[in-house]
């Protein structure tokens, strides 16, 4: 079992940035942050492959968020990272960090996840 939990959520204007965080466990192979809103699927925003090498760090990203979110790793202390900037009010969501054990390819659906945070809520203002 791996335990993830998230930090950094809150209100912000539009235009504004936050930080989340997600401490992990265990070490794993690809993280990814995902997002939802009430009565929808959890949509994915980003992913990176842990570690370094040919496969680690590489990221993905949702289109709708390109440009404005970053993805990062500090491995050694088994954190990920989702910088938000330009903060957009359709960005309100409930944000959750996840995990699986196997390198990913891109943005991988929820089902192939096998870890998650308890989420952490992100609310922007117009």
């Known amino acids: 079992r791996m335990d993830l939990v998230e930090s950094g959520g809150g209100s912000v204007q539009a235009g504004g940035s936050l930080r989340l965080s997600c401490a992990a466990s265990?070490?794993?192979?690809?993280m990814a942050w995902f997002r939802q809103g009430p009565g929808k699927e959890r949509e994915g925003v980003a992913t990176i492959n842990i570690g370094s090498g040919d496969r680690g760090g590489v990221t993905y990203y949702d289109d709708s968020v390109k440009g404005r979110f970053t993805i990062s790793q500090d491995s050694s202390k088994r954190m990920v990272y989702l910088q938000m900037n330009g903060l957009k009010p359709e960005d309100t969501y409930m944000y959750y960090c996840?995990?699986?054990?196997?390198?990913?390819?891109?943005?991988?659906?929820?089902?192939?996840?096998?870890?998650w945070g308890q989420g952490t809520q992100v609310t922007v203002s117009s």
């Open positions: 996840a995990a699986r054990r196997s390198y990913c390819s891109g943005l991988h659906d929820a089902d192939s996840f096998n870890f």
């Open positions: 265990e070490y794993s192979y690809c």
